[in-house]
């Protein structure tokens, strides 16, 4: 469904874009609309993978492009700018095109060992988390790049996917400097699977981000991108990308708090 807000400045108008989306089917019914059988695809584990002490993994599923073709026929490629995979809590995560052409990309719904179908991901102070209804796995076990990826892209319990015609003109109103051009790519690649600004985004957790940062200093609010559990110990967000020099997660941290509170706010 479109959306257009109303937003307080003139030169801020922008308009969502509609999306095309289809609900996921149930497994047991993908044999029949695929006319395949499931295989079994092995994995890295990102969220059980410690140092370089990485786990292997049996999954059973389908190659992504394969369900992508079954759900919205073979132009999906030319048809989108990205895919979004929604999770069942809000999540959304948001694959370019190219990289789900690969093959390497792989819709899951269970352990090939016949093990409960979950996984512990202590980055989000979570265990034993449901995976299903799917779950978005890489085959990275001969793919560096991949593996050096970690458990970025590997979203799971979704439910629905949505071809996106890139409807975030809302992070770049016309009056914005365009000195915030790499601050709005960082946003996109760590917050926004969880968090909404100016109601693009993931909905798992409720309000504007852009707002949020407004009546934050920038002290607390980079804090809380740090280290999330010293600010509130028993939350799920996880720390920006740990792997990361300390200095570069800072300045990461700093140009989203900048982006962010010189953002205009949709009403």
Not at 83 to 91: H, K, N, T, V
Not at 108 to 118: E, I, K, L, N, Y
Not at 122 to 151: I, T
Request: aromatic share 10%; charged share 20%; net charge negative.
């Amino acid at each position: 469904m479109s959306q257009c807000p109303k937003i307080a400045l003139v030169m801020f108008a922008w308009c969502v874009i509609p999306a095309r989306a289809e609900i996921m089917p149930d497994p047991l019914a993908l044999p029949e609309l695929l006319g395949a059988q499931a295989s079994t695809i092995q994995v890295f584990e990102p969220h059980l993978t410690v140092g370089e002490e990485y786990v292997a993994v049996d999954y059973v599923g389908y190659p992504a492009d394969t369900v992508l073709n079954m759900l919205f026929g073979a132009s999906w490629p030319t048809d989108a700018e990205a895919i979004e995979f929604r999770a069942l809590d809000g999540y959304v995560s948001r694959i370019p095109v190219e990289w789900l052409q690969t093959g390497k990309g792989w819709l899951v719904f269970q352990r090939g060992d016949g093990a409960d179908f979950t996984v512990d991901n202590p980055a989000q102070n979570q265990l034993d988390v449901p995976l299903g209804p799917y779950y978005l796995v890489w085959d990275n076990m001969n793919d560096r790049a991949l593996l050096s990826e970690g458990a970025h892209n590997w979203p799971y319990q979704v439910s629905e996917i949505v071809i996106s015609f890139g409807s975030d003109a809302a992070m770049r109103p016309v009056a914005l400097s365009f000195e915030f051009d790499e601050a709005i790519e960082l946003t996109k690649t760590h917050c926004l699977s969880c968090h909404q600004v100016n109601g693009y985004g993931g909905s798992k957790f409720p309000g504007n981000l852009a707002q949020f940062a407004k009546i934050r200093t920038q002290e607390n609010f980079v804090a809380r991108l740090l280290d999330p559990r010293s600010q509130e110990p028993f939350t799920s967000m996880p720390a920006l990308d740990t792997r990361l020099p300390e200095d570069e997660r800072h300045s990461i941290a700093e140009q989203i708090y900048a982006y962010l509170a010189s953002l205009p706010v949709a009403e």
